[in-house]
């Protein structure tokens, strides 16, 4: 049994979903699930899967956050003891994995993958993105919950297992089926007193031709900020 899980969702990401399975492949550390989030592209059809790659499918599109807390409930069940997430559009690097192992080995019970750290780095971001990840959000996060973070909305991170049993952690609900459940984990990982780090990363965008992101500009960043002022405001718990 291995200790770790790597997990990645999908939505018609074509080729770049197959680059992501294909450069994920240290199954001596690591064990790969992936979620195709109703795709229709048939990218995964044929795809060679192996002994420690699990694919799941959904007939329709659930949302992010639907399949970031079905890889933590699957991991859970399974006995492992974190999962590291990547993206399903290739936009991490396999090797910084090890920085998020190492955190993990450290005690960190929450690693987050931070672009903007020294040693960290990013290529191909439109400028909205800049400004987004980079000012407005980890401005706003690092406010609400009293510590600097310099990358808020990096999905490429390593999570302990164990938050889950956590009576105060609340995965399961309704509004937190889209982009919110990530800062909503991150949050409560930092409010409840857990052992919190981030680590440089590097992340680089596909191409603008092959789509370098799902997120829409406005329904998007909505979805992403306001657990901020949910959670800030004491709206939602």
């Not at 049994?1 to 999908?10: H, I, Q």
């Not at 294909?22 to 192996?50: C, E, R």
């Not at 889950?164 to 609340?170: C, E, K, M, V, Y």
Request: aromatic share 12%; glycine share 10%; charged share 25%.
């Amino acid at each position: 049994m291995k200790k770790y899980l790597v997990g990645t969702c999908a939505f018609n990401e074509g080729e770049k979903i197959k680059r992501v399975l294909q450069k994920y492949n240290d199954y001596q550390l690591y064990d790969v699930f992936v979620i195709d989030d109703g795709s229709t592209d048939q990218a995964l059809a044929n795809f060679p899967l192996g002994d420690s790659i699990t694919l799941a499918h959904h007939g329709i599109k659930m949302g992010a956050g639907y399949c970031v807390r079905e890889i933590l409930d699957y991991a859970k069940m399974k006995g492992y003891e974190a999962v590291f997430f990547v993206s399903g559009n290739d936009k991490d690097d396999p090797i910084d994995i090890h920085r998020l192992k190492n955190a993990i080995e450290q005690g960190y019970d929450f690693a987050q993958g931070s672009r903007y750290l020294p040693g960290g780095g990013h290529g191909n971001m439109p400028l909205y993105r800049k400004i987004s990840t980079r000012l407005i959000h980890p401005l706003l996060f690092s406010l609400i919950t009293g510590r600097k973070i310099s990358d808020s909305t990096n999905g490429f991170r390593a999570v302990r297992l164990s938050l889950l049993s956590d009576p105060n952690i609340n995965l399961h609900q309704e509004w937190l089926q889209q982009y919110e459940l990530e800062p909503y984990l991150f949050y409560k990982a930092i409010k409840l007193g857990y052992k919190v780090t981030e680590v440089p990363v590097t992340k680089i965008y596909p191409s603008k031709k092959e789509g370098y992101t799902k997120m829409r500009p406005f329904s998007g960043w909505w979805s992403i900020l306001r657990p901020l002022i949910f959670l800030g405001l004491g709206i939602k718990k």
